[in-house]
């Protein structure tokens, strides 16, 4: 069994910051891709930014320049910084891992979710 635990979400004011982290653990041989998405109320689920095993990163248009994701391989760690917040920032933000369990076997797994409030 895998878990992936996302952590650091609240409200926050218009211009303010936050920082998400989130962790895969349980039966890991390694985690490849790694992301976080979003969803608001009323809309789709969609990507905000994902990075490789190399540091490699992408951002959604609306995030960029803003939010900064980062991650540490050997804890299996994923961390978005996310500053100069917006109101329409506000929605549910989740933990997306592919991990492999075996050299062969892997699926993606998500995170349950953490709340994001940027309001005044």
């Known amino acids: 069994q895998v878990q992936v635990v996302e952590s650091g979400g609240g409200l926050v004011q218009p211009g303010g910051s936050l920082r998400l982290s989130c962790a895969a653990s349980?039966?890991?041989?390694?985690?490849?891709?790694m992301g976080w998405y979003r969803q608001a109320p009323g809309k789709e689920r969609e990507v905000v930014a994902s990075?490789?095993?190399?540091?490699?990163?992408t951002y959604a248009d609306s995030v960029k320049g803003r939010f900064t994701v980062s991650r540490d391989n050997e804890k299996n760690a994923l961390s978005l910084q996310m500053d100069s917040l917006k109101p329409e920032d506000t929605a549910v933000y989740y933990c997306?891992?592919?991990?492999?369990?075996?050299?062969?076997?892997?699926?993606?797994?998500w995170g349950q979710g953490t709340q994001v409030t940027v309001s005044s």
């Open positions: 997306n891992a592919h991990v492999f369990e075996t050299a062969s076997m892997s699926r993606f797994y």
């Open positions: 349980g039966r890991i041989f390694r985690v490849e891709h």
């Open positions: 990075i490789t095993t190399s540091g490699l990163a």
